[in-house]
């Protein structure tokens, strides 16, 4: 036990802030090899005395020591733990980890984060949390794709708790794990960028392929229509849509968010959403070839025929069910009477109930409603739930009639200056994102080569060109050789 | 009784196959109408008439089977008899004259035989201009007998022979002839283009007004309304008008000329190129109702002007060339009307509209939603008020919901390229076929290129 003790307890060194990163590194590698050389006596006392063992480390200043030791626990075919023992401490060092320290035994955190998001360890509530809090710890901008945001995107969706995750699934992601990264500085060095410190290589991420990405994004999207937030769904199928492709290739994935997107759409902004500039071609003809009766539909719904909207709709029937956007379908309907109103106001600044009751028609039966008492109820839901910006008022004939209000969404200066600061915020912070990226990417094989060959031609057609200035040129090359020489 | 309801019998249908019906009597008669054209256009006109006016059908059709008779085309007075059989059955025209029919079907074969044969005689000769010329003459007995098809064919051929710009200028005016028949505008516009491009010292001036108005016409048709406005006020009043009487009369350039010019130029320039201008004057002098309308809206004073050209409505409905284009025009002409009259306010009440172009008491207040849905009139209509409501644009407003969304897109374009860049030099992209397999040969490549 005392061996193990002092094994365990000697990291991290407690030689005050004035170690280099060098020395940083050389004594974590240390200790990680005095760990693997534990005898197997050692690790048995672990299993024997395992709440003793966790006792000895802390686990917010010796991360690596904690993870062993509970990887050992956790991988035991046998326990000598109590449950609910093991759980806090699978809890305290997800929410306490030292970020830097990880990064010599990322697979054991991977490992932990898997267990936690799949082995129905904690109650759904409890795992999303401590998961989305762990992912943040290591990526506070949350701005770096891992395989476990899909396990967490796809555990939130499907025990129905997604709330504790939206702190993650709301980050805009724009690094992913790079296969090939070659890092030459040390992993304990806090300049290091993302892409180097979760890696493959550290094991703080799986392998990562483009079906990861998508679903990703597909999950996400459903999670947010779940939620009824039909902006950010669309915008999150959007990104499934638009995704790069090579070869002409297109993934059974986009084809299915396509459609989805389509009705998203409709409900987000009422009229058919337009494809994102860098959608590839090839996809788009997939998509136009896959989809034609949800764009018929899609394309109706703007209009006012109401016949013929519900009518394209019931006509389909089957093949909504097949693809599993029946209820996405009467969402569409339902909102259809609505977005009908909504387009009122371009024409009204106030307008009778008799008037809408006239105009729209509901999106499921193709009928006007039948009388203005349900018109007023439904724009009274309407303004409750804060679709419209509207009230209802009385006429002088004791007529009721919608007024319309404006739609700015700032009332003042400041909250203007506001926003316009928060936008030039982000874009600054974006910039910096972009420096890095050039960054890594200047010094990226694919375009050595690129800029190499690129030197080259120049060079060769200096040469072709055969002009004076390169005949001098040539001269003080060879100048420069014998001087050197 | 009997011959009411003959109509009434005729007019359904007609209306089941799509025609337009006028049941008011416009301000001409059918003789004196029909005397201004020449030509083969003359039938069509009658037959327009008949299957469109209520009141002038019969006298129609019946002119429309002389004037079948009087041709050679047989496929003609079939149409005007099924139509006047139809109509008026009791009228002597109502009878088929089957003699007649068989013995111009053996005449008209007779001779397309004789003109083959002949024009055959001219190829073996290789002759060039014995050659065009046979064409020119089976084309034209192929377009009197209604073979329009084939009469363009063979005025095509023409062309293959041809030795100096009159020729040309031949073969391109029968070919707009046919095409004008069969309503084939792409091809009426791409011939007239042949003619105007053509270098023709002496008899350029002469042919001006024929190549504007057949161009007006054919743009017309094709629903280009400013293109066919500008045509039509170029037409050089002081050439020969003879050449286009097969085509239309000066009243009907002044009428196509002066709504479309209502219908699709601003103020500024229907004083200047439309009233000011000396040779579109000669024709409004003969149409003194449009002379009258335009300056009426040019002074404001609308409803004066619209009631004016509702007079003008029934018989713009019964001309050939202007009856499908009727509604849109005269529609746009009035929407142009309610825009200008809102202009000078920021609000009016909605009577006041009704005062000026109401019509038959019904309220402007749909047709008025229906002007701003499609974005003609930047309103809203304030139904409680019974008011119009200028919308005013608040530029500082607009400005800042502008920068903001130009901010927040460049945003989102900016993370999104980013994000792209980043996938792909994950090499991450999806790619084409199997997936499974893809993969596996893609990360077999990656692996032998980073071996590489």
């Not at chain 1, 410190?197 to 392998?207: C, D, E, F, K, R």
């Not at chain 2, 030509?39 to 002389?66: H, N, Q, W, Y």
Request: glycine fraction near 6%; charged fraction near 25%.
């Amino acid at each position: 036990m005392e061996h193990l003790s002092s094994v365990l307890k000697s990291y991290p060194p407690a030689s005050g802030s004035s170690t280099s990163i060098k020395q940083q590194d050389e004594q974590t590698r240390v200790y990680l090899s005095a760990l693997a050389k534990l005898t197997s006596s050692s690790k048995k006392l672990i299993l024997e005395q395992p709440e003793a063992v966790l006792k000895l480390i802390d686990p917010a200043k010796n991360s690596i020591g904690y993870l062993f030791v509970l990887n050992t626990l956790v991988n035991a075919t046998e326990l000598r733990i109590g449950r609910s023992s093991l759980l806090d401490a699978i809890i305290v060092i997800l929410l306490s980890f030292d970020p830097i320290q990880v990064r010599y035994v990322g697979n054991l955190l991977l490992h932990l984060l898997e267990a936690v998001g799949t082995a129905k360890l904690f109650p759904p509530r409890v795992a999303v949390e401590v998961l989305a809090a762990a992912m943040l710890r290591l990526d506070p901008n949350g701005s770096m794709f891992t395989s476990t945001h899909l396990l967490l995107a796809n555990y939130a969706y499907e025990t129905d708790c997604v709330e504790p995750a939206l702190k993650v699934l709301e980050r805009d992601i724009t690094t992913y794990p790079i296969v090939t990264q070659k890092e030459q500085r040390l992993y304990c060095d806090p300049e290091l960028p993302l892409t180097s410190t979760i890696s493959v290589q550290t094991g703080l991420t799986a392998p990562v392929k483009a079906a990861t990405v998508l679903e990703y994004d597909f999950v996400r999207g459903l999670i947010y229509m779940s939620r009824r937030e039909w902006t950010k769904a669309r915008k999150a199928l959007e990104r499934v849509i638009a995704y790069p492709t090579k070869d002409k290739g297109v993934s059974k994935i986009m084809v299915d968010a396509h459609k989805k997107w389509l009705l998203v759409g409709l409900l987000s902004d009422g009229e058919v959403p337009s494809f994102p500039g860098y959608t590839s071609a090839a996809a788009k003809s997939a998509y136009n070839a896959t989809a034609s009766s949800y764009r018929d539909v899609a394309a109706l719904f703007g209009t006012t025929n109401a016949v013929e909207f519900v009518g394209g709709i019931r006509s389909n029937a089957s093949i909504w069910l097949e693809d599993g956007n029946k209820s996405l379908i009467q969402e569409v309907q339902v909102a259809y009477q609505k977005w009908q109103i909504l387009n009122l106001r371009r024409i009204y600044r106030e307008v009778s109930m008799h008037k809408i009751q006239e105009f729209t028609s509901s999106g499921e039966t193709g009928e006007p409603l039948a009388n203005p008492q349900q018109v007023v109820s439904l724009v009274q839901r309407m303004i409750e739930n804060k679709t419209l910006k509207g009230e209802i008022t009385v006429g002088p004939e004791g007529e009721n009639f919608l007024t319309f209000q404006d739609e700015q969404e700032w009332s003042s200066e400041k909250d203007f200056a506001r926003e316009i600061a928060q936008a030039h915020h982000n874009i600054d912070m974006l910039s910096q994102e972009y420096k890095a990226s050039n960054e890594r990417l200047s010094g990226h094989r694919d375009y050595v080569r690129h800029v190499i060959r690129e030197q080259k031609r120049v060079d060769k057609d200096d040469s072709d060109a055969g002009g004076f200035d390169a005949q001098i040129e040539d001269e003080d090359l060879m100048n420069d050789i014998v001087h050197h020489g | 009784m009997g011959a009411s309801s003959d109509l009434l019998a005729f007019f359904s249908r007609m209306k089941s196959q799509g025609a337009i019906i006028v049941e008011d009597l416009p301000k001409f008669d059918v003789e004196s109408y029909i005397g201004n054209y020449q030509g083969r256009t003359r039938f069509d006109r009658l037959m327009l008439i008949g299957e469109s006016s209520v009141p002038l059908c019969v006298d129609a059709l019946k002119a429309a089977v002389v004037e079948a008779k009087n041709g050679r085309d047989v496929g003609r007075y079939r149409a005007a008899w099924e139509y006047i059989r139809v109509a008026a059955p009791n009228e002597p025209e109502a009878k088929r004259d089957d003699a007649w029919i068989e013995s111009t079907e053996t005449a008209n074969k007779a001779e397309t035989t004789r003109l083959e044969v002949e024009l055959k005689g001219y190829r073996n000769n290789l002759i060039k201009e014995s050659i065009r010329m046979g064409n020119e003459d089976i084309g034209t007995h192929l377009e009197e007998i209604g073979q329009l098809k084939e009469a363009a064919e063979a005025y095509g051929r023409m062309r293959h022979d041809v030795s100096s710009t009159k020729h040309i200028l031949d073969c391109a005016q029968h070919l707009v002839s046919v095409a004008l028949q069969r309503r084939d505008w792409v091809s009426v516009i791409s011939n007239v283009n042949k003619i105007s491009g053509l270098q023709v010292a002496d008899s350029e001036k002469n042919l001006q007004p024929y190549v504007k108005a057949v161009l007006g016409i054919g743009q017309l048709g094709m629903g280009k309304y400013h293109e066919a406005a500008a045509s039509f006020l170029q037409i050089n009043s002081n050439g020969s008008l003879a050449s286009f009487q097969g085509l239309a009369t000066p009243n009907d350039i002044a009428i196509y000329g002066g709504l479309l010019a209502l219908a699709t130029m601003d103020r500024n320039d229907l004083q200047t190129k439309v009233l000011d201008s000396s040779t579109f004057r000669t024709f409004l002098e003969h149409e003194p109702h449009v002379r009258k309308a335009i300056s009426l809206f040019i002074n404001g004073r609308y409803s004066n002007c619209l009631s004016i050209l509702d007079a003008l409505q029934t018989d713009c409905l019964l001309d050939l060339y202007m009856q499908k284009h009727v509604e849109t025009i005269f529609n746009r002409i009035r929407r142009k009307c309610i825009i200008q009259y809102f202009i000078p306010f920021s609000c009016v009440t909605l009577q006041s509209l009704d005062e000026a172009f109401g019509r038959g008491g019904n309220s402007i207040e749909d047709e008025l939603a229906s002007m701003i849905r499609d974005g003609a009139l930047s309103a809203r209509i304030d139904s409680k008020s019974k008011l119009l409501v200028a919308v005013s644009a608040d530029p500082r407003a607009q400005m800042q919901a502008k920068a903001l969304e130009v901010a927040r897109k460049y945003e989102q374009e900016a993370k999104e390229r980013l994000r792209r860049i980043n996938v792909i030099a994950s090499g991450l992209e999806v790619v084409r076929g199997k997936k499974q397999m893809d993969e596996h040969w893609f990360e077999g490549e990656r692996a032998s290129s980073i071996a590489g």
